[in-house]
C-alpha cells in the first residue's frame, strides 16, 4: 500500500484530530508497510504511533520493524503498554526482539510479561540463536493418540483458537511424538475412528541443536509447511513452519552474499557507523593486498622476460582474467553444492575431477581462440603457443583452485563462502607464473 510519510508525520502532530485517519491506516496497512513507516519516522514519532496503535497492530508491526530500531521503540512504551504487545506476540518472535535487546531493555521486558510467556521465552533463549531450538516455536497443536477423531476435532478447536497451525502432531501421556495428522484426513474420518489409525507415522524430525540452515534445507527436501522439534528422548518441544524457513533463507544468503565480499554480515552503515565499517572491511583488504604483492614479486622475478618481449605485458590480463573466470565458475557451483547437498562429503574427489575436467575442456577452446588472437596481433606463432598453452594450464589448474579451496575450508570447519574473495588472487599469482615462466623457459633459451 502506498503512503504519504509527511501526511503521517502532519497526523501524529494534530493530536485528537487525525486519531481516526491513523486509525484507518492500521486497519488497511499490512504490520510489514507499518513497519516502513515507523523507520521513516523520528524516536518521539514512533512512540505516539505505536501508542495509538492496537496491541495486535502494535505487536506484529514491532516484529517487521528491524532489529536497531526495536530497542528504541520499545524504550519509548510504558509496562502496561508494552505488555499488552508481548501478550500478542508469538513466543518466538518474542524471543527473537529478546535476544536483540540491550541487557536491561531485555530485564523491562522479561519482568513486565506474564509468567508463562517469560518461561516460554527463557526456554528459547537457553539455545543459539541460529540453530533449530532457536528458532522455533513452542505453540503447537498436539492431540493425545487414544482420542476418537470427533475427540481430536473438540481438542483441535479448543488449542488451535489463538494458534496458527498447519499440522497437528500426535504425542502420547508423555508428549512423547508418535506421528501427524492432516486437518483433511481428521475432518473426513469417521467420527469414532482412533486417531492412531489415521495418522502418519513417518515423521522427519529435528533436534533442537541442528543448525537453522540445515533445518531450511529438510523442509525444502521434503516439501512440508511446518517441521517438528523433539528432544533426544522424542519428546515434541515445538515446530518451525515455512515463514521461519523463508527468513532463514534471507539470512543465510545475506551472510553468504557478505562473506564472499569481506564484509561483516552485521554491517550497516547506518547500524555500526562508518569506523565499524572500515574495521570490519580493512582485513580482507589487507590479505588481498598481500596476495597482489605476491603477484607483483612474481613479475619482478621475471623482469628480464618482459624487458625482451614488451609484448607479454598486453597478454597477461588475458591470461589472469579467463583463470579467474573459470576459478569464479568452479567455486559458484561448488559453493552451491556444498550449501545444499550434505552428501558432497562423501563425493569430494568426484566434484573436484569434474571440475578439472571441465575446465580442461574449456581452456583446450579457449586456448585455441587466444592462439589465433595472439598471432593476429603479434605474427609470431612461437609466443602464440606460449600464451595459449598458458591459458590452458591456467585455466585447468583455476578449475580445481574454485573446487579445491572452499571444500578444504568446509573439511576444516570454516565457512566456504570467504574463499570467493582470495580465489580471484590466487588464480592471478598462478596465470602470471605460468605465462611469464613458460615464456621465460621457452623464449630465453
Known amino acids: 500500500m502506498e503512503f504519504d510519510i509527511d501526511r503521517v508525520r502532519e ?51 514491532l516484529a517487521e520493524t528491524r532489529d ?29 526482539i529478546v535476544q536483540e535487546l540491550s541487557e536491561e531493555e ?26 533449530a531450538g532457536g528458532v522455533m516455536t513452542a505453540e503447537v497443536v498436539a492431540i493425545n493418540i487414544k482420542l476418537t477423531a470427533a ?39 469417521d467420527p469414532g475412528t482412533s486417531i492412531s489409525e489415521i495418522m502418519e507415522e513417518d515423521v522427519v524430525t529435528v533436534p533442537p541443536e541442528m543448525d537453522q540452515e540445515e533445518v531450511a534445507r529438510l523442509l525444502a527436501r521434503y516439501n512440508q509447511l511446518s517441521i517438528p522439534v523433539v528432544e533426544e528422548s522424542g519428546r515434541l518441544m515445538g515446530r518451525i513452519t515455512v515463514d521461519d524457513v523463508i527468513d532463514i533463507l534471507e539470512e543465510e544468503v545475506t551472510e553468504d552474499l557478505f562473506h564472499m565480499s569481506g564484509v561483516d554480515e552485521d554491517e550497516s552503515v547506518e547500524r555500526v557507523g562508518i569506523w565499524n565499517s572500515v574495521r570490519s572491511r580493512l582485513p580482507w583488504l589487507c590479505l588481498n593486498l598481500c596476495l597482489q604483492i605476491i603477484s607483483v614479486h612474481i613479475i619482478k622475478l621475471f623482469i628480464a622476460v618482459l624487458e625482451r618481449e614488451v609484448i607479454l605485458a598486453m597478454f597477461m590480463p588475458v591470461v589472469a582474467g579467463i583463470g579467474g573466470n573459470t576459478a569464479t565458475q568452479s567455486l559458484a557451483v561448488t559453493l552451491r553444492r556444498l550449501i545444499l547437498d550434505e552428501s558432497l562429503r562423501f563425493r569430494r574427489r568426484r566434484v573436484l575431477f569434474n571440475e578439472s575436467l571441465v575446465a580442461l575442456m574449456n581452456g583446450l577452446a579457449i586456448s585455441l581462440m587466444v592462439f589465433a588472437l595472439v598471432y593476429l596481433i603479434s605474427h609470431d606463432s612461437h609466443l602464440s603457443l606460449i600464451v595459449a598453452t598458458a591459458s590452458w594450464l591456467s585455466m585447468t589448474l583455476a578449475g580445481l583452485i574454485g573446487a579445491l579451496i572452499p571444500i578444504v575450508m568446509k573439511l576444516f570447519g570454516f565457512d566456504p563462502t570467504v574463499s570467493s574473495s582470495v580465489v580471484a588472487n590466487f588464480t592471478d599469482i598462478l596465470s602470471f607464473f605460468l605465462l611469464l615462466g613458460l615464456s621465460a623457459l621457452l623464449l630465453l633459451s
Open 106 to 131: 531485555a530485564d523491562r521486558v522479561l519482568r513486565v510479561i506474564d509468567r508463562e510467556d517469560r518461561e516460554d521465552i527463557q526456554t528459547l533463549l537457553k539455545y543459539p540463536e541460529e540453530s
Open 11 to 61: 497526523l501524529i502532530a494534530s493530536g485528537d484530530e487525525g486519531q481516526t485517519e491513523l486509525a484507518t491506516l492500521f486497519e488497511d496497512t499490512h504490520p510489514a508497510d507499518l513497519a516502513d513507516i515507523i523507520e521513516q519516522l523520528s524516536e518521539e514519532e514512533r512512540g505516539v504511533l505505536f501508542a495509538l496503535m492496537p496491541a495486535e497492530v502494535a505487536s506484529e508491526t
Open 151 to 189: 475427540e481430536a476435532i473438540e481438542e483441535v478447536r479448543r488449542q488451535g483458537h489463538e494458534i496458527e497451525f498447519f499440522v497437528i502432531y500426535v504425542v502420547d501421556g508423555w508428549r512423547m511424538l508418535r506421528g501427524t495428522l492432516s486437518m483433511r484426513d481428521l475432518i473426513l474420518a
Open 68 to 96: 536497531d530500531h526495536q530497542e528504541e521503540i520499545i524504550k519509548g512504551l510504558d509496562d502496561q503498554t508494552l505488555h499488552e504487545m508481548f501478550e500478542e506476540l508469538s513466543d518466538d518472535d518474542a524471543t527473537d
